[in-house]
Structure formats: structure tokens, C-alpha cells
């Protein structure tokens, strides 16, 4: 079946700009993560939806950044004001239902330059 | 917090001879520990995890809670494994984000 996927793949803004990230996890799947990727680095964790329960927001870098899930389908990642910082590869990844020992499945990711 | 390191950001072997990416953790509780792998142009996958205690691809990992490593190992590399390797921790309580280590850049020559 289909995996999670992502869009757009690639995106470039300016600085100062508002940018906002789609996702759409593997239909079934109740827990939603996103990650970040900056050049060099591993994957940091920004947030978590699982089901109805509130999201677990504790990656977030600022408050620039929020996202919302629409019931357990489509993400949307909003970064505001975007700054060059801000630079990296944004992946989603979903699993069945958030449990210690499941696999989560990543997306292809969306690649994002601010200039 | 949990962490992971991964210290060799570069690995390069030749075809056939073993390979080690080391990886240590720091947590005190009862971790689940996972490899995942991306290959040239594709996306983040699991490659093994330590609760299956199974063999993929050739690839092995056994975790030692002493030594707080989960080093992954094979026997004899083939080109076909040149990719990177990020070692990952899940921990009970933490809403079962994984922390990654930076990764290992594996290269396997002819």
C-alpha cells in the first residue's frame, strides 16, 4: 500500500516568509511524528499527535512553529517568519498506534532553503 | 534525556571484510533500541531492532546494557550496504519519539 508521503518535496523561501508543510501518514495509522534534519545532524523531534489525545509539543524550537492534525489523517507543519535557521529537511513519519516496540514509518521528507 | 552517539561520522571498508557501526546510548531504564538506514535517494527505513533479535540483510545488533552500546555488525560488507546508518532509542513515558544519533556514513568499496 501506500506509505506516508510529503509535500511539497522541495521548497525555497525568503526569509520572513510563512511556509506551511504537508503530511499524510499511512491511512490507519493513529500516531503522527515530525522531525527536522539539519545539515550534519540527526533527526530531532518536534512533535507528536496520536489520536484525539493532545499533541505532545516538546520539540518545537519556537513559537513560530505549530501543527495541526486533521482527526488521524493529514499534518500540516506551519513554520512562521521563517529564518535561515530554519534550513533543513522536515520528515514525517507515522505508525499503527504510537506503541514503544512499532516501527515507525518515515516519509521521503520535505527539503526546505530559506534564503 | 536519552542520548545517542554515534562516534564515526565516516566508515569506508572494502567488499567483504566486517563491518562495526558502533553506537552507545545513555538512559538507566529499559530502552528499545532501533537501526534505521537510508540509501542513496531514498527514505529513512528501519533496518533492524533490537526486541526482534533478527538478522536483516546480514546485519546484526546486539544490545549490551553494561556497556549501554548496540553496535551493528556483518560479517562481510557487500557494496550494495554504502549508505547511512542512524541509531535510535525509544523510551516507555516519552510519548515514544525516537532520539537518533547523527549517523555513520558507511562506505563499501569494490
Known amino acids: 500500500g501506500a506509505g506516508v508521503s510529503q509535500s511539497p518535496s522541495n521548497k525555497v523561501t525568503e526569509k520572513g516568509k510563512d511556509v506551511e508543510l504537508r503530511c499524510d501518514p499511512i491511512?490507519?495509522?493513529?500516531?503522527l511524528y515530525w522531525y527536522r534534519q539539519r545539515l550534519g545532524q540527526g533527526l530531532e523531534f518536534l512533535i507528536y499527535?496520536?489520536?484525539?489525545?493532545?499533541?505532545?509539543k516538546s520539540g518545537l524550537p519556537s513559537d513560530r512553529f505549530s501543527a495541526e492534525r486533521t482527526g488521524e489523517s493529514v499534518s500540516t507543519l506551519t513554520i512562521q517568519r521563517t529564518q535561515q535557521e530554519d534550513s533543513a529537511v522536515y520528515l514525517c513519519?507515522?505508525?499503527?498506534?504510537?506503541?514503544?516496540?512499532?516501527?515507525?514509518?518515515f516519509g521521503p521528507g520535505t527539503r526546505l532553503l530559506v534564503l | 534525556a536519552q542520548r545517542v552517539t554515534q562516534p564515526e561520522k565516516l566508515l569506508s571498508v572494502f567488499k567483504g571484510a566486517p563491518v562495526e557501526l558502533k553506537c552507545n546510548y545513555s538512559?538507566?531504564?529499559?530502552?528499545?533500541l532501533f537501526w534505521y538506514v537510508q540509501y542513496s535517494r531514498q527514505r529513512l527505513q528501519l533496518l533492524l531492532r533490537?526486541?526482534s533479535r533478527e538478522s536483516i540483510k546480514g546485519f546484526t545488533a546486539d544490545l549490551n546494557k553494561g556497556e549501554t552500546s548496540f553496535h551493528l555488525k556483518k560479517p562481510f560488507a557487500q557494496e550494495e550496504d554504502s549508505a547511512m546508518y542512524y541509531c535510535?532509542?525509544?523510551?516507555?513515558?516519552?510519548?515514544?519519539?525516537?532520539?537518533f544519533g547523527k549517523g555513520t556514513l558507511l562506505t563499501v568499496n569494490p
Open positions: 513519519a507515522s505508525s499503527p498506534s504510537g506503541g514503544l516496540q512499532e516501527t515507525q514509518y
Open positions: 491511512s490507519g495509522h493513529t500516531a
Open positions: 499527535f496520536q489520536g484525539n489525545s493532545a499533541p505532545d
Open positions: 538512559y538507566s531504564g529499559s530502552p528499545e
Open positions: 533490537h526486541i
Open positions: 535510535a532509542i525509544k523510551r516507555a513515558g516519552s510519548n515514544y519519539k525516537l532520539t
